[in-house]
């Protein structure tokens, strides 16, 4: 199967949702003020996540129609392909199958004709078995000292999951342990990362599936060199203090890491996608094996919840909706991930690549030119400091920034009024921007005429509120999940590829080409254009 339905502009609930905005959406005040119970009724809590989509500009109607549109898209069949083992990513002919890494050991997903779940739980108990030797001080460096140290190197799909979920639930880790991430090929992140360290207690964990990627490649050999300085050049000590994440155990081997210390994962794992696999190693070290199965069992409740719910009280549908009813009606180029929760803040990078590797696609399954938008830019920073320095121009500035507000009823550090203080600003945001402050209320407030327009909020400006009651391991799971299917959802709809990425390669080929040609003595023979050939010239110069 290519495409998941006929051409999107052609289908009739995008041509009726085409006539309903035309007509004009009321403003989210008036919607308010023509039904008392608006804000009740447009909510759902699914999961034990609560959300309220009640300030965005719909309307019943609208709904209605936004369900009609998935419903048309085929998005209940294509949520049954995913989560059945359907080679659904089909730019590269693989399964897409991150649901089967937190399925129950009973339940059955076939790959090839083969259950894929047992493989996943054998990982997960090899992967507890590690975890709890280093954590207890079992497992020794080689000269016999505990491992204190863990170095995760990894990027992109290997390396925002990992630091997302240390931080987030850096709450409940051992503090015992340091964890770093490594993730850049400028020199600097490693350097940064393992200057305090002692090599005789540091552990890497070299995450990458398939163990080929340029910065990974570098940043492990670079960790070994660093790591022999400790153990005079003696190779023997590699396998102490190596092990890694991939799919590939050739490259693994051929590292030098032996396999008995690799952790595997499938092609069916998407790189974004896997924080819940393997490659979350160094989460499952820092917050324990019973942490990360909570984490896991969060996921599977929204999968569930995600498979299994009606549309119009299906969190990630109804989020996946309305980011898109954005996007493609009222021409809103980026969307802003706003969470009320310090240990969140990588929460919002974790989400870039999640939404933009995803659905940032410019043709359909079948190949064909969009002639739609497809995934805004997704960016933010957690409250109360993002209030400081950007939302002026998500009140008063000109452009349509719908919000995704994630707050937490109870915090993990509960100090005199501080979290109290901290939401009353999340749902102050939230109720400013879609109320606003009028010209006459202004006035009224005795402000003189010519400062007057400074001072007026338009208002009518979108945002969604998710309440949780506390950030846990397995809150962050359904939160992940929450997103990994609105994306899912999205990309149906746009019927457009949202598991390949084939938008990094281009760079990634020219990179190879110009390597050479800034290292080598002799001046290569220069074929780019002439801003290339000039930057490379000039860089040469330059160079020590
Ligand atoms: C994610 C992408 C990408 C990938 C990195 C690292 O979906 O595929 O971000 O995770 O390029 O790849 P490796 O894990 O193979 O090193």
Not at 107 to 128: C, Q, S, T
Not at 307 to 316: E, G, Q, Y
Request: hydrophobic fraction near 40%; aromatic fraction near 10%; charge should be negative.
């Amino acid at each position: 199967m290519t495409s998941n339905h006929k051409p999107l502009t052609e289908l009739n609930a995008w041509k009726d949702l085409v006539v309903h905005h035309g007509n004009g959406i009321p403003k989210i005040s008036e919607l308010f003020a023509t039904d008392p119970q608006r804000g009740e009724k447009m909510t759902v809590e699914a999961a034990g996540i609560f959300l309220d989509y009640s300030k965005n500009r719909i309307t019943e109607e609208t709904l209605k129609l936004l369900f009609r549109l998935a419903d048309e898209s085929n998005l209940r069949a294509r949520i049954e392909a995913m989560f059945s083992g359907e080679k659904i990513n089909i730019t590269e002919n693989r399964a897409v199958l991150h649901v089967a890494l937190r399925a129950p050991e009973e339940e059955l997903i076939f790959v090839d004709g083969e259950n894929v779940v047992p493989k996943v739980h054998e990982v997960l108990a090899r992967m507890k078995v590690f975890a709890e030797k280093v954590s207890s001080g079992s497992w020794k460096g080689y000269t016999g000292k505990p491992i204190r140290n863990i170095v995760n190197i990894g990027i992109g799909g290997s390396d925002l999951g990992p630091v997302m979920a240390y931080e987030a639930l850096k709450h409940y880790s051992d503090r015992n342990l340091t964890f770093r991430f490594v993730s850049n090929v400028d020199g600097t992140d490693f350097a940064e990362a393992v200057i305090d360290l002692d090599g005789e207690e540091t552990l890497f964990i070299v995450s990458s599936k398939t163990f080929t990627t340029i910065e990974t490649m570098t940043n492990a050999l670079t960790a070994r060199e660093w790591l022999l300085k400790s153990f005079r050049g003696d190779v023997k000590a590699v396998a102490r203090h190596f092990v890694a994440v991939s799919t590939n155990g050739a490259e693994v081997s051929k590292f030098g890491i032996d396999t008995d210390n690799m952790f595997g994962f499938w092609d069916w794992v998407g790189g974004r996608y896997s924080m819940d696999s393997a490659i979350g190693l160094a989460t499952m070290i820092a917050i324990g094996p019973d942490n990360f199965m909570d984490m896991l069992k969060g996921f599977h409740s929204m999968d569930v919840h995600f498979r299994t719910a009606p549309f119009a009280s299906n969190l990630p549908v109804i989020m996946g909706l309305l980011g898109l009813w954005y996007t493609d009606f009222f021409g809103a180029e980026t969307i802003a991930v706003l969470p009320y929760e310090q240990y969140l803040k990588r929460f919002p990078a974790y989400l870039q690549q999640l939404t933009m590797e995803s659905n940032g696609k410019h043709v359909t399954l079948n190949g064909t030119e969009v002639d739609y938008h497809t995934s805004p830019v997704y960016w933010g920073e957690p409250g109360t400091n993002g209030q400081h320095s950007f939302y002026q121009l998500i009140h008063q500035g000109t452009r349509l920034i719908p919000c995704d507000f994630i707050a937490f009823a109870e915090p993990l550090n509960q100090i005199g009024r501080h979290h109290d203080i901290l939401i009353a600003n999340v749902f102050a945001q939230a109720e400013a921007l879609a109320f606003g402050k009028t010209i006459e209320q202004v006035r009224d407030e005795g402000v003189p005429e010519w400062l007057a327009p400074h001072k007026v909020f338009e208002g009518n400006r979108p945002s969604n509120m998710i309440l949780a009651r506390k950030l846990t391991p397995e809150t962050l799971g359904k939160l992940v999940a929450l997103y990994e299917h609105y994306v899912f959802t999205q990309g149906v709809v746009w019927n457009i590829g949202s598991f390949d990425q084939w938008g990094v390669e281009l760079g990634k080929v020219l990179a190879q080409r110009i390597i050479p040609e800034l290292e080598s003595v002799t001046e290569h023979k220069l074929t780019h254009d002439s801003s290339t050939n000039n930057l490379i010239r000039r860089y040469r110069a330059m160079k020590v």
